[in-house]
Nanobody
Framework: HLVESGGGLVQAGDSLKLSCVASGRPFSDYNMGWFRQAPGKEREFVAAISRFGDQTYHVDSVKGRFTISRDNAKNTVYLQINSLKTEDTAVYFC??????????????WGQGTHVTVSS
């Protein structure tokens, strides 16, 4: 069970930190990832982190602005988003068990948290 939070309506240039709390299974057994789905578009991979946080992967379009991290003691994965752009507007989903490069998605999904960026 994955529950995201932290989304909202923000202005371009602002920052947000998304959180995803996991329950039900040993959190450190899984890579964790973030995906997003903009209106009218397919869901796309954003970032992933290895089981113990020693490896991370961010797609090129978000490198330098997005940072994924995790706290296994809190069963939580985070996505820090800086310098938000209007094109970051999307529903952000937490994913349990993806490959680090996002080519294979995990089977566990949260309900999503909405991020809307105004200009």
């Amino acid at each position: 069970h994955l529950v995201e939070s932290g989304g909202g309506l923000v202005q371009a240039g602002d920052s947000l930190k998304l959180s995803c709390v996991a329950s039900g299974r040993p959190f450190s057994d899984y890579n964790m990832g973030w995906f997003r789905q903009a209106p009218g578009k397919e869901r796309e991979f954003v970032a992933a982190i290895s089981r113990f946080g020693d490896q991370t992967y961010h797609v090129d379009s978000v490198k330098g602005r997005f940072t994924i991290s995790r706290d296994n003691a809190k069963n939580t994965v985070y996505l820090q988003i800086n310098s938000l752009k209007t094109e970051d507007t999307a529903v952000y989903f937490c994913n349990g068990g993806p490959t680090l490069n996002g080519m294979v998605r995990g089977i566990y999904w949260g309900q999503g948290t909405h991020v809307t960026v105004s200009s």
